[in-house]
């Protein structure tokens, strides 16, 4: 897996023969949490995995605005992996609102979009776990703590779910002065409202094929939701992994590529 910088986002390939898909990340993710669905993807496909901005390794920006986010997204794609022609999209949480941005304003980029769990609404219920999450890391004495191990031993009272703090110290990057957040927690914290909501795209419609994706255990994707899909996306059709929850793809994994792999070989651009 080669690393490389464009822009001024951080990006990974897996694979290097087959058609091209792009993976977003959700909220405290990075491209990295796709790294076991573009390896069960090969040889038939090559994937680029992102780090959002704000995120991983890519670079912090004074505010969020999904709009930003798209265009820093389609100038990599133009710059390398999309100039060949449009690629797959497939973006999950605050990267399936980026994704579906992204088609909406630069739909000459993008072939088929996959939106995992998350709706082109305003996201409800989350705010507050989210908020809780990233009060808990940045209260965190990094000064005070040597190795992860240390700060998943402090982070076991404020978060004790163990999968959950796994996952949030993924984010945590060693160098010369110690431990330090890769993610920029303050202006996450503070943008809340906007990441939980969806920008006004105008008339932009996107005409290509869209699978929508739910987890059977999660309440992101409802019904009621459906005609705004339908509105922007006219192409889209959902399916519901049962046992899944919110993270789709890290819960259900060979389900999900199974899904995956059916929508990417059985429909036409």
Same mark, same amino acid.
């Given at each position: ?8 986002? &951080? ?254 070989? &059985?429909?036409?651009?």
């Amino acid at each position: 897996m080669a690393d490389f910088r464009t822009s001024t986002l &951080h990006t990974a390939r897996v694979g290097d023969d087959g058609d091209r898909i792009v993976f977003l990340h959700g909220l405290f993710g990075r491209g990295k949490n796709f790294t076991r669905i573009a390896k069960d993807l090969r040889p038939d496909y090559r994937s680029l995995l992102v780090d959002l901005p704000n995120h991983g390794r890519s670079g912090w920006t004074d505010r969020v605005d999904y709009r930003q986010m798209a265009d820093s997204v389609a100038e990599a794609l133009q710059e390398d992996f999309a100039a060949e022609g449009p690629v797959a999209v497939v973006g999950h949480s605050l990267g399936g609102k980026v994704a579906m941005v992204l088609a909406l304003r630069h739909p000459e980029l993008v072939s088929r979009l996959v939106v995992v769990d998350i709706a082109p609404t305003r996201s409800g219920g989350g705010e507050g776990e989210f908020a809780h999450l990233l009060d808990s890391l940045a209260a965190l004495d990094l000064t005070a703590v040597e190795r992860r191990s240390d700060a998943d031993e402090a982070l076991k009272e404020p978060i004790p779910w163990d999968t959950t703090r796994s996952f949030l110290l993924q984010n945590l990057r060693s160098g010369p002065d110690g431990l330090s957040w890769e993610p920029n927690l303050e202006l996450l914290r503070s943008s809340l409202d906007t990441i939980g909501g969806f920008p006004d795209t105008g008339e932009a419609v996107y005409e290509g094929p869209v699978l929508w994706v739910a987890g059977g255990r999660s309440d992101y994707v409802r019904d009621e939701h459906a005609p705004q899909m339908r509105r922007l996306f006219p192409r889209t059709h959902r399916v519901t992994i049962r046992e899944a929850g919110h993270w789709v793809h890290s819960q259900e994994p060979e389900k999900f590529v199974e899904v995956l792999r059916g929508f990417l070989a &059985h429909t036409e651009a």
